[in-house]
C-alpha cells in the first residue's frame, strides 16, 4: 500500500512539474523577445504588439514571434526559440530519483514500522503469556499494567478488575459449596444414626414411631436448607429485577404481623405493626412477604420476652434537580419517587459486634443463633430480595438491648 500511494504521489508530481516547466520556458521565451524589442528599438512608440507561438520543429524546438508595428510606419519582427533539453532533463532526473528513492524509502519504513510495532505489542504479548499461565487455581495473580501506550493499560486494568471479579466469585463459590455440603452433612449423619440406632435391635411400634418422627424433623430441617440454597441460586442467576409491579406494602406487612404472632405464640412478646393503610412500593409481593418474614421470625426467635416492632413509613422525596447533560430521565424520575423505610426492632439479646458485621453472609450463625437452630440464609435471602427490588438492608444491634433491621425500597 505505501508503495503503490508513493508511486501515485510521484506520478502525480512529475505531470504537475511538467507542465509548470513548459510554462515556464513559454513565458521565459516572451519575456526575452520584450527584451531583445527594448534593445533593438529603444525610446520609438509603439502602435501594436502581436505575439504568435509558431509550430514545434524537429527536435522539440519551441519558438515565438512578437512583431510590433512601431510609431515611424516599420514593423520589427524578432523570433526567440529553445530546445526542451533543460526540462527533459530535470525530468529525467526527477524520475530516476523517484524510482530509487521510493522503494529505498518504503522498505525502510516498512523495517522502522515492524521495530516500532513489535516495541509497541511487546506488553500485549506479556499479557497474552501471563493470561495462558493463568487457570483457576491462580486467579490471585495480576497482570503488569504497562503505562504506554495507553490503551494497553486500560486493557490491563480491565484484565485485571475481571481477575478480581471472578477471583471473589470463585472464592465465594468455595465457601459456599463448603458451607453447604457441612450444613447438609449434619441432617444426613443424623438420619443415619437415627436409622442405624433403630435397625440395631428390635423396636417397639413406639419406639419406632418416635424414630421416625426424629427422621421427619431432620428431613425437613434438610428440606428448608435445600429450598434457601436453590432460592439463593435462582436469586444469582436472575438476569432482571422483580416485575416493576405496584405492590401495597401495608398488607403484606400486616400478613407477616400475623404470622409472627403465631410464631410467638406461648412467649411473652408482642409484636406490633405501625404503618399507614397505603404504603405502594415497586416490586413483587412474595419476595417482599419472605424478606420481611425472615426478619421478623429472627426477632421472635431471639427475643425471650419484650416486643417486635414493625414500623413503615414513606419518606419524603428529595427536590427534584434538573437531569445533567447525558444523563437518563428515567433515573431523575425514579429518584423523585422517593423511598419506603421499614424497620423490625426487637428487645432480645442483640448481636455481638464482631458479629454484626457478618450476619448477612450465607451461613454465617453466631453461637446463640447455632444453639436456636436454622440455617445461616434467612439475612442472606432477605439482602439478596432487597438488592433485587432496588434497596438496601441495614443492622444495627446492642448486646442486651436488642436489633434494628432497615429496609428501604423504591416507592
Known amino acids: 500500500v505505501l508503495l503503490v500511494a508513493l508511486f501515485l504521489f510521484a506520478g502525480a508530481t512529475y505531470l504537475i512539474l511538467r507542465q509548470t516547466l513548459s510554462r515556464t520556458g513559454t513565458q521565459s521565451l516572451r519575456q526575452t523577445a520584450a527584451a531583445a524589442e527594448q534593445l533593438i528599438a529603444p525610446g520609438v512608440p509603439r502602435v501594436a504588439i502581436r505575439e504568435d507561438r509558431l509550430p514545434p520543429n524537429e527536435g522539440d524546438v519551441e519558438a515565438i514571434r512578437r512583431r510590433t508595428r512601431l510609431a515611424s510606419g516599420e514593423v520589427l519582427d524578432i523570433y526567440v526559440a529553445r530546445t526542451g533539453e533543460v526540462e527533459m532533463r530535470a525530468l529525467r532526473s526527477f524520475a530516476v530519483t523517484a524510482v530509487v528513492l521510493i522503494p529505498v524509502t518504503a522498505l525502510a519504513a516498512a523495517l522502522?514500522?515492524?521495530?516500532?510495532?513489535?516495541?509497541?505489542?511487546?506488553?500485549?504479548?506479556?499479557?497474552?503469556?501471563?493470561?495462558?499461565?493463568?487457570?483457576?487455581?491462580?486467579?490471585?495473580?495480576?497482570?503488569?499494567?504497562?503505562?504506554?501506550?495507553?490503551?494497553?493499560?486500560?486493557?490491563?486494568?480491565?484484565?485485571?478488575?475481571?481477575?478480581?471479579?471472578?477471583?471473589?466469585?470463585?472464592?465465594?463459590?468455595?465457601?459456599?459449596?463448603?458451607?453447604?455440603?457441612?450444613?447438609?452433612?449434619?441432617?444426613?449423619?443424623?438420619?443415619?444414626?437415627?436409622?442405624?440406632?433403630?435397625?440395631?435391635?428390635?423396636?417397639?411400634?413406639?419406639?419406632?414411631?418416635?424414630?421416625?418422627?426424629?427422621?421427619?424433623?431432620?428431613?425437613?430441617?434438610?428440606?428448608?436448607?435445600?429450598?434457601?440454597?436453590?432460592?439463593?441460586?435462582?436469586?444469582?442467576?436472575?438476569?432482571?429485577?422483580?416485575?416493576?409491579?405496584?405492590?401495597?406494602?401495608?398488607?403484606?406487612?400486616?400478613?407477616?404481623?400475623?404470622?409472627?404472632?403465631?410464631?410467638?405464640?406461648?412467649?411473652?412478646?408482642?409484636?406490633?405493626?405501625?404503618?399507614?393503610?397505603?404504603?405502594?412500593?415497586?416490586?413483587?409481593?412474595?419476595?417482599?412477604?419472605?424478606?420481611?418474614?425472615?426478619?421478623?421470625?429472627?426477632?421472635?426467635?431471639?427475643?425471650?420476652?419484650?416486643?417486635?416492632?414493625?414500623?413503615?413509613?414513606?419518606?419524603?422525596?428529595?427536590?427534584?434537580?434538573?437531569?445533567?447533560?447525558?444523563?437518563?430521565?428515567?433515573?431523575?424520575?425514579?429518584?423523585?419517587?422517593?423511598?419506603?423505610?421499614?424497620?423490625?426492632?426487637?428487645?432480645?439479646s442483640g448481636i455481638a459486634p464482631e458479629a454484626l458485621a457478618r450476619v448477612f453472609d450465607r451461613f454465617y450463625r453466631a453461637d446463640a443463633a447455632r444453639e436456636r437452630g436454622g440455617t445461616g440464609l434467612g439475612l442472606a435471602i432477605a439482602r439478596m430480595v432487597a438488592e433485587q427490588h432496588g434497596g438496601s438492608i441495614t443492622a444495627a444491634s446492642e448486646p442486651g438491648v436488642g436489633s434494628t433491621f432497615t429496609v428501604r425500597l423504591p416507592a
Open 112 to 348: 522502522v514500522g515492524l521495530s516500532l510495532a513489535n516495541r509497541l505489542l511487546e506488553p500485549l504479548n506479556r499479557l497474552v503469556l501471563a493470561s495462558r499461565g493463568i487457570g483457576i487455581t491462580g486467579l490471585a495473580t495480576r497482570v503488569e499494567e504497562p503505562e504506554h501506550p495507553r490503551e494497553l493499560r486500560e486493557l490491563a486494568l480491565a484484565f485485571n478488575g475481571m481477575l478480581g471479579r471472578l477471583e471473589r466469585a470463585v472464592e465465594a463459590l468455595r465457601r459456599f459449596t463448603a458451607d453447604a455440603s457441612h450444613e447438609l452433612r449434619t441432617p444426613l449423619t443424623a438420619i443415619r444414626g437415627t436409622a442405624q440406632v433403630a435397625l440395631a435391635r428390635e423396636r417397639s411400634g413406639d419406639e419406632l414411631r418416635e424414630t421416625l418422627a426424629e427422621v421427619l424433623e431432620e428431613t425437613e430441617s434438610m428440606l428448608h436448607l435445600v429450598e434457601d440454597l436453590l432460592t439463593l441460586a435462582r436469586g444469582d442467576q436472575a438476569e432482571a429485577a422483580p416485575p416493576a409491579a405496584a405492590v401495597e406494602l401495608a398488607s403484606v406487612l400486616e400478613d407477616v404481623r400475623e404470622v409472627g404472632e403465631a410464631l410467638a405464640a406461648g412467649k411473652p412478646v408482642e409484636v406490633r405493626l405501625e404503618a399507614p393503610e397505603t404504603l405502594p412500593v415497586r416490586g413483587a409481593a412474595g419476595p417482599l412477604r419472605r424478606l420481611f418474614l425472615n426478619l421478623v421470625s429472627n426477632a421472635v426467635k431471639f427475643t425471650e420476652a419484650g416486643s417486635v416492632t414493625i414500623a413503615a413509613r414513606a419518606l419524603p422525596a428529595p427536590p427534584a434537580l434538573p437531569a445533567a447533560a447525558g444523563e437518563e430521565l428515567t433515573s431523575v424520575a425514579e429518584e423523585a419517587r422517593g423511598w419506603v423505610e421499614v424497620t423490625v426492632a426487637d428487645t432480645g
